[in-house]
């Protein structure tokens, strides 16, 4: 399962269809897919995630 932050990192070019039915492609080598969903380029990581930090962990 992939991890809430940071990109997913995929062998491409990719094609990917949204539940729109939207469909995105990208043609590069290798593919940065969003998954935490701040990405204003989503599906696709922008590296939104870095500029927000997380909230602190409950050390419980």
Known sequence: MPAEVGPVLVSGPVEIVLPDGTVEVCERPVVALCVCRRSRRYP?????????????????
């Open 44 to 60: 696709f990581c922008d590296t939104s995630h870095r500029r927000r930090s997380l909230p602190p962990s409950d050390p419980g």
